[in-house]
């Protein structure tokens, strides 16, 4: 397994989400993909929120391509929404990683790696 690439993606505000999208990758390559939350803390540590607001944080793929045998990329695939944190991609062209936040900070990992 080699490493493509390792990325840190980060949400603030009361209600954001951000997202990061892999440039093309080569034609050929099966990946694995993963993504984790590393970092939540709430707006009130900034000192931009109420200490007792509620809040939350999420990290999770939100869809990839893969190259058909044309050449062109596929239509973007969905997976488990919330729920799709690792992915393996036959031929995979993009992953497009996500983190939501609402009334907080969150900093996610992501991680694409070639078999």
Same mark, same amino acid.
């Given at each position: 397994?080699?490493?493509? !690439?390792?990325?840190?993606?980060?949400?603030? %505000?009361? @209600?954001?989400? $951000?997202?990061?999208?892999?440039?093309?990758?080569?034609? %050929?390559? *099966?990946?694995?993909? +993963?993504? @984790?939350?590393?970092?939540?803390?709430?707006?009130?540590?900034? =000192?931009? !929120?109420?200490? *007792?607001?509620?809040?939350?944080?999420?990290?999770?793929?939100?869809?990839?391509?893969?190259?058909?045998?044309?050449?062109?990329?596929?239509?973007?695939?969905? !997976? +488990? =929404?919330?729920?799709?944190?690792?992915? &393996?991609?036959? +031929? $995979?062209?993009?992953?497009? &990683?996500?983190?939501?936040?609402?009334?907080?900070? =969150?900093?996610?990992?992501? +991680?694409? &790696?070639?078999?």
């Amino acid at each position: 397994m080699d490493i493509i !690439g390792s990325y840190w993606i980060e949400a603030i %505000g009361l @209600s954001v989400t $951000c997202t990061y999208t892999t440039d093309p990758l080569a034609p %050929g390559n *099966n990946v694995y993909a +993963n993504v @984790s939350l590393s970092w939540v803390d709430t707006l009130a540590t900034l =000192g931009l !929120g109420s200490p *007792n607001a509620m809040f939350s944080a999420s990290a999770f793929i939100q869809s990839w391509t893969f190259y058909e045998p044309d050449g062109s990329q596929s239509p973007q695939q969905y !997976g +488990n =929404g919330l729920y799709q944190n690792a992915v &393996f991609v036959n +031929n $995979c062209a993009t992953i497009t &990683f996500a983190v939501i936040v609402a009334q907080a900070v =969150g900093m996610a990992q992501a +991680n694409v &790696f070639t078999l």
